[in-house]
């Protein structure tokens, strides 16, 4: 350990050396007045892949680049250099003849990680790499850190997340994600928009967080002297958007749960909820079929997605099924023959599955859906009906009241998406907000509080509406084969760094 640890204090210390060296630099350059912090603008007429994509028609032609300077081979009176924008990288060779005596000087004494523009002429060279042939190399903004080696990139998860910049400039795979994530999202935008949708903004901070069940953040409003909390779901004030005449809307926004970190959860993560008046959740099923397929095929070009190697087609249509219908196929037990609470505890004995007091024959038979059903839903996969116990703001189904018009979406094993037919009665509301009261009494921190404003709205006229969330997170994830939510999220949620 004593080893380990005077290999590391050696490893600082050359770090260390190296960038006084680049202080040293920046001293230089300063007084000689060549500060490049003084640099306000440098026109770019290209980036590096459009060059290559565009070979043939900018061959001799000059054009201007930007971006940081990845790799130098110094070879005398000329030079090779690389330079790394936001679409990829592409070569220079630097000649003293070309640029200059000083301007070549200059060129040999920068760093790896400096900010550079560079004009040159698009070339070919003997060994077929498209290039530029420099005439004019300018420092644009200097580098005062070391970069991890390049060649092995940066592969430290924790220093990945953390220093998310660093990330993307040393792992072009983790650069596409997040060009992918933004795709996923404006085609998304532009799917709902073409639907008919608008996109609207609902408040962070609310003084009744609802519309989920999970724990909120709480925290205190100073000008009112009010407790506030921040949203777990975007649900209550699109649905007063219906009752208020917008019959199509939905919102992409950060919603805030106030639990565990793992590779599927974030505290801090996007929802998109979408509300159609005069639909139901068939009409959801439909939206959503139709909306993945369009995203995976603008995006990736294709609706089959290969995620940990296993491949998920959603060209075909996807699969429907009954949460009874799949507890039964995957557990062998049939809850349509089960009538009380005490043969439901019963038959979760029987199967090792713990339940707690406060549940209900419904909440049974959803901790079998977890337990026996979820991770064999690999394939896109509609899960309907689920009983009324965890589905506090779904109507009910008209011949089984015991059970509500509503679907969880899987893909994966994981749940991708919530829907419903949305409850528009009120009376029927209020008596389920007094069961979610009577779970919070009992110690249940993820229950519903009564939310008046939301009842007086629903009192004044809520049409037939489909409602909808999606987690754009995992969405992302699926679509870029990405193994953690981490992995999609550019600054997540890290557990602070002991002293």
Request: hydrophobic content about 35%; charged content about 30%.
């Amino acid at each position: 350990m004593a080893q380990t640890n005077n290999q590391k204090n050696a490893a600082q210390q050359d770090v260390n050396e190296l960038r006084q060296i680049r202080f040293d630099k920046l001293k230089e350059l300063q007084d000689a007045g060549n500060d490049p912090f003084v640099i306000t603008k440098y026109d770019v007429s290209h980036h590096s892949t459009d060059i290559k994509e565009n070979f043939d028609s900018l061959e001799g032609k000059t054009v201007t680049v930007a971006g940081r300077l990845m790799s130098k081979r110094v070879m005398g009176k000329a030079s090779f250099c690389n330079i790394q924008d936001l679409k990829g990288s592409i070569q220079s060779y630097v000649a003293r003849d070309c640029i200059g005596e000083e301007e070549y000087k200059a060129f040999k004494k920068m760093d790896i990680g400096d900010i550079v523009g560079l004009k040159g002429e698009v070339f070919k060279t003997k060994t077929g790499e498209i290039s530029l042939h420099a005439t004019e190399l300018v420092l644009l903004s200097k580098s005062l850190q070391i970069l991890p080696e390049k060649f092995h990139g940066l592969t430290n998860t924790d220093t990945r997340y953390r220093q998310r910049y660093i990330d993307l400039i040393m792992n072009a795979e983790s650069k596409q994600t997040f060009i992918n994530r933004s795709k996923i999202i404006s085609t998304i935008r532009r799917y709902l928009d073409s639907q008919g949708f608008m996109e609207v903004e609902t408040p962070m901070l609310v003084p009744n967080a609802g519309g989920a069940a999970a724990r909120p953040f709480e925290t205190h409003f100073n000008a009112l002297d009010e407790d506030v909390k921040l949203r777990i779901s975007l649900e209550l004030y699109l649905k007063r958007l219906i009752v208020g005449g917008m019959e199509r809307v939905y919102e992409i926004g950060r919603v805030f749960r106030n639990e565990g970190l793992d590779t599927r959860h974030n505290p801090e993560f996007t929802l998109m909820e979408l509300y159609q008046a005069y639909t139901d959740y068939h009409g959801m099923m439909d939206l959503t079929e139709n909306l993945y397929r369009f995203v995976a095929q603008e995006v990736l070009g294709t609706t089959k997605i290969t995620y940990n190697g296993i491949e998920m087609d959603l060209g075909k249509p996807f699969e429907r099924i009954t949460m009874l219908d799949a507890v039964k196929k995957y557990s062998g037990v049939d809850f349509n023959e089960i009538e009380t609470l005490e043969q439901a505890r019963a038959v979760a004995k029987e199967h090792h599955v713990e339940y707690e007091e406060r549940h209900k024959k419904g909440d049974i038979l959803n901790l079998f859906f977890e337990e026996f059903v979820e991770e064999h839903l690999v394939q896109p996969t509609f899960v309907m009906d689920h009983p009324i116990e965890i589905s506090p703001l779904t109507k009910k189904k008209p011949e089984n009241p015991d059970y509500v018009e509503r679907f969880e979406f899987f893909m994966n094993g994981w749940e991708m998406a919530n829907a419903y037919s949305e409850l528009n009665d009120p009376i029927d509301q209020r008596e389920r907000f007094k069961a979610q009261e009577e779970l919070l009494a009992q110690g249940d921190e993820e229950a519903n509080h009564t939310d008046e404003d939301f009842l007086y709205a629903l009192e004044l006229g809520m049409p037939p509406t489909g409602g909808i969330g999606f987690g754009i997170d995992r969405m992302v994830m699926l679509l870029t084969d990405s193994p953690a939510i981490r992995d999609v999220l550019l600054f997540p949620t890290m557990k602070p760094l002991s002293d």
